[in-house]
């Protein structure tokens, strides 16, 4: 199973969208995918104690184990990625051990290309995930208010779909 993670917690979330268009990609590839949105999973702040006894930590902690690769669709700000996402992986953070990632990732303009890279980073050294080096950027202008109207990044969320499978049913077969 393939999970997608919504990770803002914006209503009119772009990132969201990007999400949703992932699952119908991967769904329609025939696989199985479940779309998780941030905002039906209220998460308590990190703080290394008891935060991690939350039922909603201890679900989506389930989710991710359970994953055979996931695709991350979040929002940029300021140069980063939010602080729910870095919030959920904190909270989860040896759940995410070896699993292929995938970025969809929604910003204002184009300046912050490179900001998804720490978190990719942290990702393969911490857990040793192994990330998939194309991810797909969009920008405001990629959206109208309730969907995607860029043909081309409906293209690229479709080739990130093919890649996620092909690269992580070459890992199951191949341990």
């Given at each position: ?6 990770c ?20 329609s590839?025939g ?26 930590v201890?679900t989506l ?28 992986i ?39 995930c ?5 991810f797909?950027?969009a ?23 093919h ?8 890992l199951?077969?191949?341990p």
């Open positions: 199973m393939y999970l997608v993670i919504a803002s917690l914006k209503s009119t979330s772009k990132s969201r969208l990007l999400a949703e268009a992932a699952e119908r990609s991967l769904h590839l696989r199985e995918v479940e779309l998780i949105n941030l905002r039906d999973f209220p998460l308590p702040f990190c703080d290394a104690e008891g935060a991690y006894a939350d039922p909603h201890a902690s389930k989710k991710i184990i359970e994953a055979e690769g996931i695709l991350i669709a979040c929002p940029i700000y300021n140069y980063g990625v939010n602080a729910a996402l870095k919030n959920l904190e909270l989860t953070g040896q759940n995410w051990q070896e699993k292929v990632i995938g970025f969809l990732c929604a910003a204002g303009g184009t300046g912050s290309y490179m900001s998804i890279m720490g978190l990719a980073n942290s990702l393969m050294l911490d857990f040793r192994l990330i998939l080096p194309k797909v950027y920008t405001g202008n990629d959206f109208d208010e309730t969907r995607i109207s860029d043909e081309g990044v409906e293209q690229r969320i479709s080739e990130l779909g890649t996620m499978i092909r690269i992580s049913s070459a199951r077969e191949n």
